[in-house]
């Protein structure tokens, strides 16, 4: 006699929760199927992966990369501590006029632009430093990771990479490209050197010697000063694990 007939009998369950638990089951392999094949459909489709110390480029793309086999649709997710800069990143990143006013970001700030050809959807997510303790929800389905930190206070730097460590300890987060901006508030100033080698130095320390694709680059959120040069690598990140073509751009940026 079947198991459900057996406990029914006894009178340890009902018809009732007999269907509830087989509906329940259904739905659990159902949505285990769904993640494997997900993870399958995500995987790389060949090429290297970036390696190297701060700063260091980014390894040539596979040259029989075409247009047609890269990824449809690329999203990024924009981190950082309140007042770290993401708002007015995202401005330059989709050359919006920055406004020059802090406005925190309550919850998600979200913007899009899609390419007809080749047809690309981009989306970039903004996540606000005060929802930190639900940052990683947005780690599903995620392309490339840009976290901003504010170097202009040297225990915001500290507790900024606590939390981006924090973050990182969530696997789905292993073969996702990280750029770490380290935004200044003056463009070309000496502060954004002490910084990007402070944030260099921790996240080095934390990351060094493992397979993660990262880099940290210094820019100065108020003007843009330096994020072609961070949006150059990533672009570069994402085309060696094919999701992008060889010089493909993301951004208009100088």
Known sequence: ??????????GRVSLAQECLYRVRGAVLLQLRLHLRDSERTRAPSGGGRPHGPLCAPAPEPPQSQTRRERAAE???????????????????????????????????????????????NL???E???????????????LD???????????RLVDQSCYELFRL??????????????????????ELRGQGLSRVGGL?????????????VHGCCARTGEGLGLGVRWLEGALASCGKLCPGEALFDLA
């Open 127 to 141: 996540v606000g430093g005060q929802a930190r303790a639900h940052w990683a929800q947005f780690l599903a389905g």
């Open 203 to 215: 996240v080095g320390g934390a990351l060094g010697g493992g397979s993660r694709v990262w880099q």
């Open 123 to 125: 989306t970039v997510t």
């Open 144 to 154: 490339a990771l840009i976290y901003v930190v504010d170097v202009g206070d040297e």
């Open 168 to 189: 990182l300890e969530d696997g789905r987060t292993a073969d996702v490209p990280l750029l770490l901006l380290a935004n200044a508030a003056a463009p070309g100033s």
């Open 74 to 120: 690329i999203r990024l997710l924009l981190l950082g501590l309140d007042r770290a800069g993401k708002t007015t990143i995202m401005e330059h990143l989709f050359q919006e006029r920055p406004s020059g006013e802090y406005r925190p970001t309550v919850g998600v700030n979200m913007k899009s632009r899609s390419t007809a050809a080749p047809p690309l």
């Open 1 to 10: 006699m079947p198991m459900w007939g057996s406990l029914r009998r006894f």
